[in-house]
């Protein structure tokens, strides 16, 4: 009996053919979906990587162990979002902290540091400005002031600054017997006090109406160039401190500060950014107030950070309580910049489990977490607790110290002092004087931050200057303030009544500077030659061995005694 074969029409083998093709192309196409990539490959800055760097969340509880901000628009859970991919590009720098390669290539010694942020430019428009002040004040009998005067008159100060002589009336630096002889070789007191009442920044006539729309309008381009000049020349390393600091003032001024906490209270407020570790003075902004009419700035804190930071890319922000808040934190991420600072309690966007201190022991940590930032409450001791933010850091760890402080504290306390040391270090060799005139005091403060910078610049890219010593920094100013009045002291061509030692300093710069005959002092007697009458000039010139009279080399007696 033969068996039933089944029989197929052509289209229906085909048909059965080719559905086998396909379920055989489906099966290649999954494996190739679960192959792992190598997470490095194609690197780059694009959109498409930066959704691979996003967090990917998690659902660590039930809805009872999220925390509902006090303003009901953000959730917070208490158990860290777990992450994939590469490190976020916030916390990558993409460039060499330290000196720039304008600022290596153009450092060739202490002076020429300090004149890449004093620059020939601004130099040139404050000359310009005060001969135009000293013309209008003193007529024809005003003598203009070149770049040596003015050096010279900043060498001054920064050397009264080494010597701590800021309360100090310039009088007693001038005195013969109590005073540096340094002063009275530079330049008289008369000229100095002179320089000093006349120096400007700005036309005073046409100053009226820049004033409506400025208040800085008396420094303003003095002030606008050397900002500029400050990020041209150091890279900041990953952490960066914004802060407030105050110079102090008590005259008067339309956007004079008080602020009780600071040891001056009243003066000008400076917004100021730094490098956390070397204090190095990246951006600054003077605070103005608000203009006249005008209603009271709103979101300041977050407007101050963010110009601060522009420019910034991959470092991370640590500022205090009056700039820290989460519309921060998300406008700096945009930047690809990272924030961490303490918070205040009364915030919006903070749960109020973070804030309760009621039943919290000590040295106990509560943290928060959202998508986007980290928010931890630390109590140091019973009834007492810190609130941070951050946007760097994505978990809870805590320090193995016995005080188990979170790493989120650690890691601000580290890096929030890098405008109060700026703070310290210009204040303790500070050149400022007694005066007035406000715009005198921004201009003192420009001349500190300056050669603080410089010593920076000249530290880092001289590593092995003086390194063994404590107090680099004074050498540093000395050799400055030395350096800046060597030319003026040069050209002098009769030096004041002072002590020996003054002619000494004079000599020793002059034969540095390879001149040819030293300075007289007045008052030293030129005496003439008894014979031939050629007049004393500590070269051609000797005394007779009989009696002391003035007679040249040539002759050994004159004529009285060889008589």
Not at 97 to 123: C, H, N, W
Not at 422 to 450: E, Q
Not at 487 to 502: F, K
Request: charged share 25%; hydrophobic share 35%.
């Amino acid at each position: 009996m033969m068996p039933n074969h089944k029989t197929f029409s052509v289209q229906e083998v085909l048909d059965q053919v080719f559905s086998e093709e396909v379920d055989i192309e489906e099966n290649v196409s999954e494996i190739e979906d679960n192959v792992v990539e190598d997470p490095d490959y194609g690197a780059s800055s694009s959109d498409e990587d930066e959704t691979l760097d996003a967090e990917v969340p998690v659902n660590t509880g039930t809805p009872a162990d999220i925390f509902l901000s006090k303003n009901g628009k953000l959730s917070w859970s208490p158990a860290p979002r777990q992450r994939q991919g590469r490190l976020s590009a916030g916390n990558v720098i993409k460039m060499v902290p330290g000196p720039t390669r304008y600022a290596i290539s153009r450092v060739q010694d202490i002076k020429s540091a300090f004149e890449l942020l004093m620059t020939p430019s601004i130099e040139n428009h404050v000359l310009l400005m005060t001969n135009l002040e000293g013309s209008r004040v003193f007529g024809d009998s005003w003598k203009p002031i070149d770049a040596i005067d003015l050096q010279a008159y900043i060498g001054l100060l920064i050397l009264g600054g080494v010597y701590k002589s800021k309360g100090e009336a310039a009088e007693s630096l001038w005195n013969k017997e109590t005073g540096r002889v340094i002063f009275p070789a530079t330049m008289s007191l008369k000229k100095f006090h002179i320089m000093s009442r006349v120096l400007r920044f700005d036309d005073r006539e046409k100053r009226q109406g820049r004033r409506e729309h400025d208040k800085l309008a008396a420094i303003r381009d003095v002030w606008d160039k050397w900002v500029q000049q400050l990020p041209l020349l150091y890279n900041p390393g990953p952490h960066v401190t914004v802060d407030e600091c105050l110079v102090a003032f008590r005259g008067r001024c339309p956007f004079r500060q008080y602020i009780p906490s600071k040891p001056a209270k009243y003066g000008i407020k400076i917004w100021a950014a730094c490098d956390a570790q070397s204090s190095y003075a990246w951006n600054m902004q003077v605070y103005t107030g608000k203009a006249p009419g005008e209603a009271p700035e709103k979101n300041q804190g977050m407007r101050v950070v963010l110009d601060m930071a522009e420019g910034l890319e991959g470092h991370n922000i640590t500022c205090d309580n009056f700039f820290t808040s989460y519309a921060l934190g998300e406008e700096l991420a945009k930047r690809k910049v990272t924030m961490l600072g303490t918070v205040r309690k009364n915030k919006p966007e903070l749960p109020s489990e973070l804030v309760a201190i009621k039943n919290r022991q000590a040295t106990s940590s509560v943290f928060a977490f959202t998508e986007n930032a980290t928010a931890v409450s630390y109590c140091p001791k019973k009834g007492k607790n810190v609130v941070l933010m951050s946007t760097m850091h994505k978990d809870a760890q805590l320090s193995t110290r016995e005080d188990k402080k979170p790493q989120m504290v650690l890691d601000y306390n580290a890096t929030k002092g890098g405008v109060d040391n700026l703070d310290k270090v210009t204040g303790t060799y500070s050149c400022r004087r007694m005066t007035a005139r406000w715009p005198l005091v921004v201009f003192f403060n420009i001349i500190d931050v300056s050669a603080y910078n410089a010593f920076v610049l000249w530290r880092e890219i001289s590593e092995g200057w003086n390194s063994e010593k404590l107090y680099r920094r004074r050498l540093f100013l000395e050799q400055l303030g030395y350096a800046l009045v060597q030319p003026q002291i040069a050209r002098r061509v009769v030096l004041p009544r002072a002590s020996a030692a003054a002619v000494v300093i004079v000599e020793d710069v002059q034969r540095e500077a390879h001149t040819s005959n030293p300075p007289v002092a007045r008052g030293q007697k030129r005496g003439r030659c008894q014979i031939c009458s050629t007049r004393n000039d500590n070269k051609t010139t000797n005394t007779c061995g009989g009696c002391g009279k003035y007679i040249c080399k040539e002759h050994i007696r004159c004529g009285s005694c060889a008589q």
